[in-house]
């Protein structure tokens, strides 16, 4: 099995051996923390072993249930916010990249809904289904959430418009709390079929639960590929060592960077179907570590894209940034190669024959080196191919990195006290009775 | 015809009155050094009044041009990167916002390629077009810019063998250089009807050249309205009055904000159609900016999307960064009200009737008092509406305003030294001759 791997030389430049002798102490304290479950937060830790105490009989239901979306419906409908959508979004780019969202060959096309509150999308989005089957995922751990409640309402009615009450009840799957909450409720009394989001794994950290598996199930993403590549992470990065374990070593690094003056950390991708993953990441490094006045700040960029946008500052402009770069080593199936032209006027008949992979990773190279040189500290996390069993990898190594980080950071990686004041305002002022 | 307001008040616990005093001859000395054109780049200063001074001729062709591809083609191909194909995007999303790039009414369907070097995503547009009609603009000032130079050799090729050589050179519409460079020559060789990209307007301001209008005209959007905001704002902006003009208000709050310490503005939308034109907003900005170690990083986020993400960041980490919030005040038309239901499980039925537009906007309302109460200042754009002609003010507004900030910052806001460097790697790794 292909692993993943951080390559650190392009932070050389920026932080001495000792450094590392320094902060080795620190991080391996909040790798304890941890693994003991001891540290601020420890009631959440349930996606920590989530891998491998995986419930097989709930793995059963999802692919049943999944199984049962693709036989009664074209279209399925996600709804959720945060949490609830942006692991299986990324997971779905990830592993079926589609050109604006259109699966080949007549599989389940899934739309995202819930997201924000844009009455433009939803009636766009309701003619775009217009008479296909569709089904339903909500999830939702309260069944309050603003967003993803309205949206549900509509499509609930929807669906019950459709097919009565009796046949909107088979094609509404709803994934929630275990016992409490709204959405638990009417999932009871109308006889949803209900999957479980765990009490110990929040909502960022949630994706290799039913929040994300039941999507990616109805979509064909191979659950044990996926699965299969999170368990092995697990099993990788249990090693104490901080020189030896890539996610201490990311922990470390971004770090050693914040502690001496660095701001922004952007993840950069340089393939489309990178880019909810790097939303996903986001969140959970954001929403992880963005409190009590701290943290870097997390940002994303898409390359060859932004160079001739971002390019400029990245380059020149203020230095509070580094770079944390995913490379797919192994190119696509029967890639496309570069056409000869009689008259060469571009110039460009010398690549002739090449693959627009093999350009693209020159020109990852060629970036990374003039940004390194452009005192842009580089990480690089190489990812050995596109796959679900890399993409496992993936999920758990920046899950895992992410405690680690927030521990070193010194703040609870597992709250998000900072959320409920704009939600307090909005509902202030909607009169909320 | 309403116009777009700037609302400063959410920086008022920020920025004390003494302080807008003290940098207003700064300002007003900035707006000088563009008013009579001898600052740094003064060379590149075509854009000023280009919405007073269109060529009515140019004009007329690139009507004809778009009337000619629509009648020709159900798919347009747009390539071009950066500068070249941002302003395109952005206006295309915000006049005529879709589900993923789907028109409604068999309109024109338009796609841009050459904006990355994924091989994977050219084979999927391929097949996307099928066996439909297609024209292609190619928009590149010298013709060999990589990554639409490539995507240029895989279109060309393909309009080649549909159409032979004859029918291939009636389908591409060449935007360039007036008289130099490989596309230039190209285009007189093979005779492909050509356009020109001005040699005083720089790539990041050339949406309302050729380069933005050909596409939005043959995608059917009214040019003459997006012109007409853009010749409002150039009056309206020509004031000198620092506290009058809303270029310049905006131009010093943001220095005002960047000289106490804030290193991140974050541009905030809450419609999906708003998502490039903060892509566009991020090259103005940053590539005008970002130089000789100085500029506020810019960002962007999607309210409510990422109040479930970054909301935690926003509202309690590090305090580093500023907001500024753009509000489309009027609702579509025909909007969705929430439905009622009978059960009510989740609370919400006191909103049943209002729109989700409504809702939108007290969740803006509530966002913004709770970020400023986070210490985050807020500056608001106000647009009246989503309309060609607001969108042409606010072009003209951010082009003007970035100018102004780019001098009061100290910086040549109209060169981009930096983004050579990764090129000249990427040439060298990939063996140019």
């Not at 099993?235 to 960077?257: E, H, K």
Request: with cysteine; hydrophobic share 40%; proline share 5%.
């Amino acid at each position: 099995m292909p692993h993943i791997q951080l390559d650190l030389s392009g932070t050389e430049p920026f932080i001495r051996p000792e450094e590392w002798k320094a902060i080795a102490p620190q991080v391996e304290a909040a790798a304890q923390l941890l693994e003991q479950r001891c540290g601020l937060g420890a009631d959440f830790l349930g996606w920590l072993d989530l891998p491998v105490r995986l419930d097989s009989a709930e793995l059963q239901r999802i692919e049943a249930a999944a199984q049962r979306i693709r036989s009664q419906s074209e279209v399925l409908v996600v709804i959720g916010i945060g949490g609830s959508y942006l692991g299986a979004q990324a997971a779905l780019e990830f592993c079926r990249p589609t050109l604006r969202g259109k699966p080949s060959g007549g599989a389940l096309e899934v739309f995202f809904a819930g997201t924000h509150l844009s009455g433009l999308y939803l009636k766009q989005l309701i003619r775009a289904i217009g008479g296909r089957d569709f089904s339903v995922n909500i999830i939702s751990k309260s069944g309050t959430t603003l967003e993803p409640a309205l949206a549900f309402r509509f499509f609930r009615r929807l669906l019950e418009e459709r097919y009565g009450l009796a046949g909107a009840r088979e094609r509404i799957y709803a994934t929630t709390d275990r016992s409490r909450g709204a959405l638990r409720a009417l999932a009871e009394r109308q006889g949803y079929e209900a999957f479980v989001i765990p009490d110990d794994v929040g909502g960022r950290f949630s994706v290799l639960t039913a929040v994300g598996l039941l999507p990616l199930a109805a979509a064909g993403i191979p659950l044990d590929a996926l699965l299969g590549g999170a368990a092995k992470a697990y099993q990788r990065y249990r090693d104490g060592n901080v020189l030896q374990n890539d996610t201490l070593r990311y922990a470390a690094a971004r770090n050693l960077l914040y502690r001496k003056g660095k701001a922004i950390e952007v993840l950069v991708s340089y393939e489309p179907r990178l880019f909810y993953l790097a939303e996903w990441w986001k969140q959970l490094y954001g929403e992880s570590e963005g409190k009590d006045g701290k943290g870097l700040f997390p940002a994303s960029a898409q390359f060859t894209t932004d160079l001739h946008s971002l390019g400029q500052y990245l380059q020149d402009g203020r230095r509070h940034l580094f770079e944390t770069v995913l490379d797919i080593e192994t190119p696509e199936d029967g890639a496309l190669t570069v056409p000869a032209t009689e008259d060469d006027l571009d110039g460009l008949n010398y690549l002739a024959g090449k693959t627009l992979h093999y350009i693209n990773r020159q020109a990852l190279q060629g970036t990374m080196e003039a940004h390194i040189e452009g005192q842009v500290p580089n990480l690089r996390l190489i990812l050995p191919e596109a796959s679900p069993q890399v993409l496992g990898q993936l999920f758990y190594f920046f899950e895992k990195a992410c405690a680690v980080s927030g521990y070193l950071l010194g703040v609870n990686p597992f709250d998000q006290p900072g959320v409920e004041a704009y939600k307090k305002n909005m509902l202030r002022l909607l009169k909320q009775p």
